[in-house]
């Protein structure tokens, strides 16, 4: 089997439950206002780890270094999502580190694209790859406990509840209970994954 590292960071198709296309692609130094406008939300920076003094210049040192590095350091990969116009929509990444069989998932939408649909679908297209290309067993998601939306957007892409890590997610200085979820190879039903 070949190393997916070994060639350039891939571009996945997808379509959410309503039909709609959804590309997930590389960063482009063009998607860093997008990336500012998502993690200057109240509601990103309330549920993630997002600084409360993000600005532009982080928003480019996301799109310039910390995407690309996680590809670079053959250790998952992190994606923008686009919609039809190639219009940022949200970002993802899928962390491997410790096990390389399990990867973790992390998410955000942009405020003008909640409730389309494009995260459920970006969710599920990255973990079955993960899976299938990468080789994962195991690809979890975590979020506080109380962050209905993330939790809803893991259910739809189909990973299964598994309960409550008590303080089980750092948050600003504090450790607060998480609820935690996980896609694991078996899910695929009918699919043959390479290992």
Same mark, same amino acid.
């Given at each position: 089997m070949t190393d997916p590292y070994d060639n350039p960071q891939p571009v996945l198709h997808t379509v959410t439950d309503r039909g709609a296309p959804l590309t997930l692609?590389?960063?482009?130094?063009?998607? $860093?206002?997008g990336v500012l406008i998502a993690c200057t939300d109240p509601e990103s920076q309330?549920?993630?780890?997002?600084?409360?003094? %993000?600005?532009?210049?982080?928003?480019?040192?996301?799109?310039?270094? %910390? $995407?690309p590095g996680w590809w670079e350091r053959r250790q998952g990969a992190a994606f923008v999502l686009a919609d039809a116009d190639d219009a940022y929509v949200g970002?993802?990444?899928l962390r491997v580190s410790g096990d390389p069989q399990v990867a973790d998932v992390g998410f955000l939408t942009a405020p003008h694209a909640r409730g389309h649909g494009y995260m459920s679908a970006a969710v599920r297209a990255v973990a079955e790859w993960g899976i299938r290309e990468?080789?994962?067993?195991?690809?979890?998601?975590?979020?506080?406990?109380?962050?209905d939306g993330s939790r809803r957007v893991a259910e739809r892409a189909g990973f299964t509840y598994e309960g409550i890590q008590r303080s089980g997610c750092a948050h600003r200085g504090e450790r607060r209970d998480a609820?935690?979820?996980?896609?694991?190879r078996e899910d695929l039903s009918g699919s043959e994954e390479k290992a």
């Open positions: 692609r590389p960063a482009r130094l063009d998607d $860093a206002p309330r549920w993630t780890t997002v600084p409360l003094d %993000y600005d532009h210049e982080k928003a480019v040192g996301w799109v310039t270094g %910390y $995407a970002q993802i990444d990468l080789g994962l067993a195991r690809v979890e998601w975590k979020a506080h406990v109380g962050n609820w935690t979820a996980a896609l694991v």
